[in-house]
Structure formats: C-alpha cells, structure tokens
C-alpha cells in the first residue's frame, strides 16, 4: 500500500488529516505514534476547524521537519529548509487545486456547521474532498523524500 492509500485509510478511521499524514509517514519520524499522534492532533481542520492551513500539509511539513529540518542556524539552514517546504507547498498545490488553505480547499462544502468534527461515513466521504486530498498529500510527501534522496 502507498503511503497516500496509507494516510487516506488513516484518515477514514477517524484520524485527523494531519495525524493520518503522520502516521503514515511514522516508519521516518523515530518517536512514538502516541506521541506523533498527540504533536499533530492540533492541526486538523486547518488548525482545531479554523479553517486556515490545511492540516494534511501541516503534518507533511511536520515530517519533513523530521527529516531534513536544522537544529542550529548557521545563516543557510533555515533558508534551504524553508525553500523545502515552498518547494512542498508548490507540489502540495499542483495536486490539490492551487492552495494550502484548508478554507480553499473545500470551497462549497459545509465548514464550521458543528463544534466537533464529522463522522466519517460514506456520505461525507463522498461530501467532502478530504479523503483524495489526504492521499495526495502522502503521495506528493513520499515522491519528494525519494526525490530527496530519503527512503526508509
């Protein structure tokens, strides 16, 4: 299974997009997936339903933290990693009609009509893009980490 088919299948268990992402990815990050699963699970929704950036791509940007993020500046470090995860957001983009924003992305759907998140039954799935935006984010993190030179 892809890691996309991966993080789409998390994601309809229940998990959060930016926890599906995580989880899928979990074999790169070194932490426990209780742990993974407690650091992501306040961007789902756009960050906790507000809407704003996508929680998909906060959890690809989480693993790419992971992965290729600095610890120390030496004037180059932050510059290269955040040129990354602009490279990330372009090709998050290309697959998810043209936006980070979670807002954006499911234009037309129903957005903050309840406190707590949506069951996830066959009719929302069917609702809302979600599902295919969350495969595609796993499927655009883990061609950009072989890209890279990653694989695990």
């Known amino acids: ?14 998990y959060s997009c930016s926890q599906a ?3 899928a990815f979990a074999d790169c990050i070194n932490v426990e997936k209780s742990i993974l699963l407690k650091l ?5 929704g756009g960050f906790g339903r507000l809407r704003e950036v996508c929680g998909a791509f906060s959890g690809m940007s989480m693993v790419v933290g992971y992965v290729f993020g600095y610890d ?21 983009k290309q697959k998810n009609g043209g936006s980070v924003v979670c807002r954006e992305l ?3 759907t129903e957005k903050l009509s309840a406190e707590n998140p949506s069951v996830r039954t066959d009719e929302y799935k069917h609702k809302r893009p979600c599902s295919e935006i969350v495969k595609n984010a796993g499927e655009v993190l ?11």
Do not use: T
């Open 72 to 92: 120390k500046d030496d004037g180059q470090n932050k510059m290269a990693h955040y040129a990354l995860v602009r490279e990330l957001a372009e090709k998050f």
């Open 142 to 152: 883990q061609e950009l980490l072989l890209e890279k030179g990653y694989s695990k």
């Open 106 to 108: 499911i234009a037309g």
């Open 1 to 14: 299974m892809s890691k996309g088919e991966l993080a789409k299948k998390y994601f309809e268990e229940g």
């Open 40 to 44: 992501s699970s306040s961007f789902g």
């Open 21 to 23: 992402i995580v989880l």
